[in-house]
């Protein structure tokens, strides 16, 4: 839908046609309550700066809504289908690949005590792979800052589909 049909929408309508952006219903409300947005770009621009608060208690509720890199997300839910289409690169790669990036994300969630978190729109499996290793090596807060960081491009991305 464009920016005048969002910003028509009643605050229920308009939350239920975000909500599959990011599990954070303080987002969710903060952007529905900014509205009317004059232009797309204003509405993209609030969304980011809603974005800069996050922490790790965001990133925790979030993660609840993200499958794990190379799981399909089964469900009808709008999330579940953004995911699936996120990931299609990966869930079609070879058994190798998958059998590797099994074996990272079970290595990160031990690290991390989380599943790891990558904008997988318009990455190869083999990139994923690789940022999945490079990112093994991370300390605790310079993991948490990149990961926040992929939380946000993904949010971005999935808000732009749904605005534009
Ligand atoms: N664990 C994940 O990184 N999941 C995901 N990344 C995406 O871009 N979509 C997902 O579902």
Redesign the pocket.
Known sequence: MNIEQFNQLSPSEAKSVIEGCVAIAGWQQQLVAARPFLSLQQAMATARRLTEGWGESELCLALSA????GET?AGSMSHHT??RA??SAVLSAGSQIKQLMTAGNRAYEQRFGR???????GRSPQEILTQLQRRLGNNEVAERQESLR?LRE?TLLRLQEILL
């Open positions: 993200h499958p794990r890199i997300a953004a995911s996120e990931q599943i790891f978190l990558i904008r997988a729109k992929q993904i």
